[in-house]
């Protein structure tokens, strides 16, 4: 008799990541936050390039507040981090 097994939650565990028991916020939805958050407060930036990176889980029904910073003169910086401050995606557009 086989026993049911996921190696990617096996993996995982073996690095020491804490279980998730609560559903998570799809990335490129979280990407996609980012991005409205630009369009919002800069709707004449015009893009070349968006690059995201999930850093840590965003967990459904906890609170989220967007951030951008100017970083040099073609780039902005964008995350969005939790309420007690874990950033969980960062982003860079590129002007």
Same mark, same amino acid.
């Given at each position: +008799?086989?026993?049911?097994?996921?190696?990617?939650?096996?993996?995982?565990? =073996?690095?020491?990541?804490?279980?998730?028991?609560?559903?998570?916020?799809?990335?490129?939805?979280?990407?996609?936050?980012?991005?409205?958050?630009?369009?919002?407060? *800069?709707?004449?930036?015009? +893009?070349?390039?968006?690059?995201?990176?999930?850093?840590?889980?965003?967990?459904?029904?906890?609170?989220?507040? =967007? *951030?951008? =910073?100017? /970083?040099?003169?073609?780039?902005?910086?964008?995350?969005?981090?939790?309420?007690?401050?874990?950033?969980? +995606?960062?982003?860079?557009? /590129?002007?």
């Amino acid at each position: +008799m086989a026993i049911p097994c996921d190696l990617r939650f096996l993996f995982v565990r =073996s690095l020491g990541v804490p279980e998730i028991t609560e559903r998570l916020v799809h990335g490129p939805l979280t990407a996609l936050m980012l991005l409205e958050t630009l369009a919002y407060y *800069y709707p004449e930036v015009q +893009m070349k390039r968006f690059e995201y990176r999930a850093l840590n889980p965003v967990v459904v029904n906890r609170e989220l507040t =967007s *951030y951008g =910073s100017k /970083s040099g003169l073609n780039e902005i910086v964008l995350w969005v981090q939790d309420e007690a401050g874990v950033v969980g +995606m960062k982003g860079l557009v /590129s002007l």
